[in-house]
């Protein structure tokens, strides 16, 4: 499959990137690639639960 943005890491940075991409062009194809098991963690620590 081919993708219009693939971002490497699923923290606040590479969320922030996807999030704008998509409002700005809403059929743009996105990957994010996390190796952990859950995303957003530092987000998730430093009280981020609200916009979850
Ligand atoms: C305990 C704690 C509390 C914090 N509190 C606040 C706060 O109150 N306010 C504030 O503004 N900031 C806070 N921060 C800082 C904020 O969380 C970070 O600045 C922010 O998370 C950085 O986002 P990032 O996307 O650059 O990196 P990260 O959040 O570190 O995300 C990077 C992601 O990429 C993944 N990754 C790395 N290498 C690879 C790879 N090769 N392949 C796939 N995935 C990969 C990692 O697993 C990670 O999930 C806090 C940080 C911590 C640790």
Redesign the pocket.
Known sequence: MIHDLVV?????????AAAILREQSPKARILI????K??????K????DAVM
């Not at 490497?8 to 922030?16: K, N």
């Not at 690639?33 to 952990?36: A, F, I």
């Not at 859950?38 to 987000?43: A, I, M």
């Open positions: 490497i890491g699923g923290g606040a940075a590479g969320f922030y690639l996390e190796r952990g859950e995303v957003l963690t530092k987000v620590v430093s009280g981020g």
